[in-house]
């Protein structure tokens, strides 16, 4: 690795972060910034979801005081998405990208859909009773969700948004701090999958660890300062983009 790639790969890093705590989809400049270095992408995408871990827990370090009250429902949560984590990375490790690559798309426009209409939409719903941890179809959904975080990444974020923005009574900004802890175990979990399994680039980890640590740091001073239309537009905006970004690829 060059000066220049090492340089690359954390500046991508930190982009990744910082758009991984604001809303997810960081993927989408980190893996393609290591295929277009030359990395094979399996080993592309298992060093990427490695490397973004430290900055998914500073991101949620940055959203701390938004986490509070929420342990029960994290720990809940976290199991589903623990197993879906695995069995992502393991469909990863078995499966050919196209078995994915149909659906994806379709999930981002959904969740975009889902956080535009999500205002309308709970007023409409808002005598309905929603459970303190999600119903059902909530944890079904974050369970798919992580499903698909671990077998890839890009945009699970905005799908998580969706998902919890729906079946939680929280402010978006609460709901934004649960889907960074959620989306930070699955990248974990999958890691650790990776590490036993997989080849891992560990250079490749280093740089971007470091890039996506300080990206995290930054990314929820930003997120959290957004008002909540903002931030339901930077969401709409990410999720976009991630598809056109999909589609062309």
């Known amino acids: 690795m060059s000066l220049l790639e090492a340089v690359a790969i954390v500046a991508a890093g930190f982009a990744a972060g910082v758009i991984n705590t604001v809303v ?10 290591l295929v ?7 080993v592309a995408n298992v060093s990427n979801s490695v490397g973004l871990v430290p ?6 370090w940055g959203y701390r005081r938004e986490l509070v009250g929420q342990r029960d429902r994290l ?43 999500q205002p309308w939409l709970t007023q409409k719903l808002k005598h309905r ?18 499903v ?3 077998y890839f990444g890009a945009a699970q974020g905005v799908i998580l948004i969706a998902v919890l923005g729906l079946g939680l009574s929280e402010t978006l900004q609460r709901v934004n701090a649960a ?21 891992v680039d560990w250079a490749v980890v280093a740089m971007i660890a470091i890039g996506a640590a300080t990206g995290g740091v930054v990314g929820a001073r930003i997120a959290r300062s957004l008002a909540p239309v903002v931030l339901r537009v930077v969401v709409i905006v990410v999720g976009i983009v991630a598809t056109v970004s999909f589609i062309l690829n």
Do not use: H, Q
């Not at 997810?24 to 910034?33: C, D, K, Q």
């Not at 900055?55 to 949620?60: I, L, P, T």
């Not at 992502?88 to 956080?115: H, Q, S, W």
């Open 24 to 33: 997810g989809s960081g993927s989408l400049i980190t893996f393609p910034t």
């Open 36 to 42: 277009a270095l030359g990395y094979p992408p399996v």
């Open 55 to 60: 900055g998914s827990v500073a991101g949620a």
């Open 75 to 117: 720990l809940r949560l976290g199991a589903v998405a623990l197993v879906g984590a695995v069995v992502g990375a393991l469909l990863l490790l078995k499966l050919p990208p196209e078995a994915f690559e149909t659906i994806v798309p379709v999930l981002i426009v959904l969740a975009c859909v889902l956080v535009a209409i």
């Open 129 to 146: 009773p929603r459970r303190e941890n999600g119903g059902f179809w909530v944890w079904l959904m974050v369970l798919g969700s992580s």
């Open 148 to 150: 698909y975080g671990g």
């Open 179 to 199: 889907k960074n802890v959620l989306a930070g175990l699955v990248n974990l979990v999958a890691g650790i999958v990776f590490i036993a399994i997989a080849d």
